[in-house]
Nanobody
Framework: QVQLVESGGGLVQAWGSLRLSCAASGRAFSSYTMGWFRQAPGKEREFVAAVSWSAGRTYYADSVKGRFTMSRDNAKNTVYLQMNSLKPEDSAVYYC????????????????WGQGTQVTVSS
């Protein structure tokens, strides 16, 4: 079992930056692939970014590539999502999630989810 708590969301102007954090508790955090997903009102939840257990591999949705950076610190049981050049269409609830798969960015493989943190980007 892994418990996840996101923080760092808020209101920011377009082209601004935010850094989301996700603190994990439970066993074997360092063995999980970690991901960020988001859900805007009226839309389905979508993949944003993933990082492998060793942080040696990352993968991003095309919509955030070049603007968002995901990282992890296994010593602190924490993952981060640095979001730069934010756009109004990035507004959503952002969820941190953990997958026991060796490597995956498919939502159905993520068994553990945080409660989400709201990001609102004003134009």
């Amino acid at each position: 079992q892994v418990q996840l708590v996101e923080s760092g969301g808020g209101l920011v102007q377009a082209w601004g930056s935010l850094r989301l954090s996700c603190a994990a508790s439970g066993r074997a955090f360092s063995s999980y692939t970690m991901g960020w997903f988001r859900q805007a009102p009226g839309k389905e939840r979508e993949f944003v970014a993933a990082v492998s257990w060793s942080a040696g591999r990352t993968y991003y949705a095309d919509s955030v590539k070049g603007r968002f950076t995901m990282s992890r610190d296994n010593a602190k049981n924490t993952v981060y999502l640095q979001m730069n050049s934010l756009k109004p269409e990035d507004s959503a609830v952002y969820y941190c999630a953990a997958s026991a798969s060796t490597w995956s960015y498919r939502e159905h493989t993520y068994a553990f989810w945080g409660q989400g943190t709201q990001v609102t980007v004003s134009s």
